[in-house]
């Protein structure tokens, strides 16, 4: 079971917009701003999307936004396209033991 | 532009130690804003983040691995290693090296290699 948990799967049309949800604990997600979101492609490394809860590294769509509340950050993708369809992953730091802890993943379907 | 290289042996028996090496380019493992982590990924699974290591040699582990983990740097040739021992077929996975630059991206990982196949057969 994965530390931060992932709605397995989310789908929208082309234009429209999505949120993906990544809930954690007071001791990770809730304790830091440093949750980050992964977008994985089949058979392709990771790429950084958001990092810092809402911090886009250069080059990243500005379609791509993220937020956090409480224990729960969010990753929302507007405009969908189809090159959006992925798989996507949040992590964030649990402080306590200075680790990085994964999402189990989300698979963004365009329909 | 920074860029990651996976390297390693390829196929694994159970017991053995698994080892990789991530050569590093356009930038210097001695540079003291990274962190050189290792994440895996097995088949049809998801991200599970197995250590990282600073240009000083400090290492954060997972918990769930941390007794059969050691990852090194070797500033002279710009690498950083992986060996995780007494590999099982759970241990079957796509190994990925990854940098994080705290000037850059703080805490996320931007840059990584793409991928070296591991797996564990007798």
């Known amino acids: 079971q994965s530390a931060l948990t992932q709605p397995a799967s989310v789908s929208g049309p082309p234009g429209q917009s999505i949120t993906i949800s990544c809930t954690g604990t007071?001791?990770?997600?809730?304790?830091?701003?440093?949750v980050s979101w992964y977008q994985q492609h089949p058979g392709k490394a990771p790429k950084l999307m958001i990092y810092?809860?809402?911090n886009r590294p250069s080059g990243v769509s500005d379609r791509f936004s993220g937020s956090k509340s409480g224990n729960t950050a969010s990753l929302t993708i507007s405009g969908l396209q189809a090159e959006d369809e992925a798989d996507y992953y949040c992590?964030?730091?649990?402080?306590?033991?200075?680790?990085?802890?994964f999402g189990g993943g989300t698979k963004l379907t365009v329909l | 532009q920074l860029q990651l290289q996976e390297s390693g042996p390829g196929p694994v028996k159970p017991s053995e130690t698994l080892s990789l090496t991530c050569t590093v380019s356009?930038?210097?493992?001695?540079?003291?804003?990274?962190?050189w982590g290792w994440i895996r990924q097995p088949p049809g699974k998801g991200l599970e983040w197995i250590g990282s290591?600073?240009?000083?040699?400090?290492?954060y582990y997972n918990p769930s691995l941390k007794s059969r983990v050691t990852i090194s740097v070797d500033t002279s040739k710009n690498q950083f290693s992986l060996k995780l021992s007494a590999v099982t077929a759970a241990d079957t996975a796509m190994y990925y090296c990854?940098?994080?630059?705290?000037?850059?991206?703080?805490?996320?990982?931007?840059?990584w290699g793409q991928g070296t196949t591991v797996t564990v057969s007798s």
């Open positions: 990854a940098s994080l630059d705290i000037l850059a991206t703080a805490h996320g990982m931007e840059v």
């Open positions: 810092d809860v809402s």
């Open positions: 290591i600073n240009y000083s040699g400090t290492t």
């Open positions: 356009g930038g210097f493992t001695s540079s003291t804003n990274y962190y």
């Open positions: 007071s001791s990770d997600v809730g304790s830091y701003n440093y």
């Open positions: 992590s964030s730091y649990r402080i306590s033991t200075t680790v990085v802890i």
